[in-house]
């Protein structure tokens, strides 16, 4: 069974301009998750999606970042403008519906902001 | 609020030694779930165990072992006779029962223990 995919696995572009992440969630995942991962730190939630409907963005920000899941399957994570801070590896990760579900891990964007 | 602390930042041991990777959840939950997750260098995060807060039996598998303890809000991690292939950055990962309905909850991540095996 295939894994939770992400495109680009690598991102540099210079600050200000804007990004877009890829993921593919594994086949009958409802919930999607991203996660932003700062270098030394474990993984922190920016949204939650069930089906189409973002459940919890509330650790997103607005300003900056959107989301969308469209059909329910895949979702794109959008950063505009870039900023320097925002240099983090975003991790996709998918579940069942179902409370505690176990999430799994795509392999991660690692942006460098310049 | 839940919080999950990794105290150790980096353990460094000689292949082949035992190593314990501790980890302390707070909640107000009384349902819960807790995880642990390895990070290779290669960066992606693999699922080790699940374990929910009804369940306190310990569990082992091949090498390693994990020892949850709601008395002191611990779920540690042994691995016995460690390998080379065990270095990586370990996470300890909690998950609360959702008010939104049946949903699962975003996780709430330790910084994470880096383990280093000494060949």
């Known amino acids: 069974e295939a894994g939770v995919v992400q495109s680009p696995r690598y991102k540099i572009i210079e600050k200000k301009q804007p990004v877009a992440f890829w993921c593919n969630p594994i086949s009958g995942h409802n919930t999607l998750y991203w996660y932003l991962q700062n270098l030394g730190q474990g993984p922190e939630l920016l949204i939650r999606y069930e089906n189409e409907e973002a459940v919890d963005d509330s650790q997103l920000p607005k300003d900056r970042f959107s989301a969308e899941r469209l059909k329910g399957v895949d979702s794109t994570l959008k950063i505009q403008p870039a900023e320097l801070g925002d240099s983090a590896v975003y991790l996709c990760a998918s579940s069942s519906l179902r409370r505690g579900e176990t999430q799994y891990f795509g392999p991660g964007t690692r942006l460098l902001v310049l | 609020a839940q919080k999950v602390t990794q105290a150790q930042t980096e353990i460094s041991v000689v292949e082949k030694e035992d190593v314990t990777l501790d980890c302390v959840y707070e909640?107000?939950?009384?349902?819960?779930?807790l995880f642990w997750y390895k990070q290779p260098p290669s960066g992606e995060l693999v699922f080790l165990i699940r374990?929910?807060?009804?369940?306190?039996q310990n569990e082992i598998s091949g090498r390693y072992s994990w020892n949850f303890q709601k008395s002191t809000s611990s779920f540690n991690f042994t691995i016995t006779a460690s390998q080379v292939v065990d270095s990586a950055v370990y996470f300890c990962a909690l998950s609360e029962a959702s008010d939104s309905g049946g949903g699962a909850d975003g996780l709430t991540f330790g910084k994470g223990t880096h383990l280093i095996i000494q060949p």
């Open positions: 909640t107000r939950d009384t349902t819960y779930y």
């Open positions: 374990r929910n807060s009804f369940d306190e």
